[in-house]
């Protein structure tokens, strides 16, 4: 079983970049289809950005060239930088792991596992 801790929230004014970090244990990253959610209060969860099949990367329409998702498998750890922030990216974000072979999904459903969110405050 993997366990995930996210790193790197906080406040930032808008137009701003913060680097968020999700560091796995207890199994390989890359041993599963990695992706970060959001949820803002009151709102649903989303998904924000993802690895799909073969490494190709999936991002929500919201969040389309200002956020990049990374992964680097020495460090078992997959990262999301986000670039010109704004405040409607205010939430919690989460790290979430879904076991290879099942399809890629944007359901939070149908993830295995999540860390334990960490706070994106951007200020206008």
């Known amino acids: 079983q993997v366990q995930l801790v996210e790193s790197g929230g906080g406040l930032v004014q808008a137009g701003g970049s913060l680097r968020l970090s999700c560091a796995a244990s207890g199994g390989t990253a890359s041993s599963y289809r990695m992706g970060w959610f959001r949820q803002a209060p009151g709102q649903e969860r989303e998904l924000v950005a993802s690895?799909?099949?073969?490494?190709?990367?999936y991002y929500g329409d919201s969040v389309k060239g200002r956020f990049a998702i990374s992964r680097d498998n020495a460090k078992n750890t997959v990262d999301l930088q986000m670039n010109s922030l704004k405040p409607e990216d205010t939430a919690v974000y989460y790290c979430?792991?879904?076991?290879?072979?099942?399809?890629?999904?944007?359901?939070?459903?149908?993830?295995?596992?999540w860390g334990q969110g960490t706070q994106v405050t951007v200020s206008s």
């Open positions: 979430a792991a879904r076991i290879v072979g099942r399809p890629w999904s944007i359901t939070p459903s149908r993830y295995n596992y």
């Open positions: 690895f799909r099949d073969s490494g190709v990367t």
